[in-house]
């Protein structure tokens, strides 16, 4: 009896529960979020069968495994991700572009499972909202805007400022930090810089 497998190598668990979900900007962010999900210890890895431990996940952030450019984010070849870590970061259902990929599963059909594409047949989900539309971070980046007001007193620019920031990890998210430090300068434009040019 075939049953769904619960870890995945990272090419195979981007393509079936990252690269499609709304909040991951092309390959090269799904390859991203999914290298600091595991070095951060959001996601479980194992190699050879057995889960790594906290240290030996750390220790991946120290290794060479990639280059520069495209295969920054690389992670070691032979290792396995959790599925189920997967889905609650992603909340991701399977779906890539328009139609409804068979998740992998363990069994006698198991790489015919893998490579199988079906027609979507589920009625058509309506339009999410538009890119931008929905502003889920602005509390928390309205949070840090005393921390970039007093990075700019001491002579950093706005952009600079909201680059530091996401760079320590302190814009939240699920982006690249370039993308989460726009977003960031943006909102601080918008509410604080031009208010207070208004103003004088």
């Known amino acids: 009896m075939a049953y769904r ?8 668990l981007r393509e079936y529960y990252v690269d499609g979900c709304p909040d991951v900007d092309g390959i090269q962010d799904a390859r991203y979020q999914v290298y600091w999900a595991v070095v951060d210890g ?5 190699l050879g069968g057995r889960v790594l431990s906290p240290e030996e996940v750390f220790r991946l952030r120290e290794s060479q495994w990639s280059g520069e450019g495209e ?37 006698a059909g198991a790489a015919r499972s893998e490579a199988r594409v079906t027609p979507l047949v589920k009625t058509k989900l309506p339009k999410g909202p538009a890119a931008g539309s929905v502003r889920r971070f602005d509390k928390k980046d309205r949070a840090l805007f005393p921390k970039i007001t007093k990075l700019m007193q001491k002579g950093m620019t706005l952009t600079a400022a909201t680059q530091k ?3 320590q990890g302190k814009v939240a998210g699920v982006g690249t930090p370039q993308s989460r430090a726009k977003r960031l300068t943006g909102l601080y434009r918008q509410e604080v810089a031009r208010p207070l040019a208004d103003t004088r």
């Open 5 to 12: 497998r619960q870890w995945l190598r990272p090419p195979k």
């Open 71 to 107: 295969d920054r984010y690389a992670l070691p070849a032979d290792i396995e991700l959790s599925v189920e870590d997967a889905l609650t970061i992603w909340g991701s259902e399977g779906y890539v572009n328009g139609a409804e990929r068979t998740a992998p599963t363990e069994g």
């Open 42 to 46: 959001r996601m479980r890895a194992r």
């Open 165 to 167: 920031l996401a760079n």
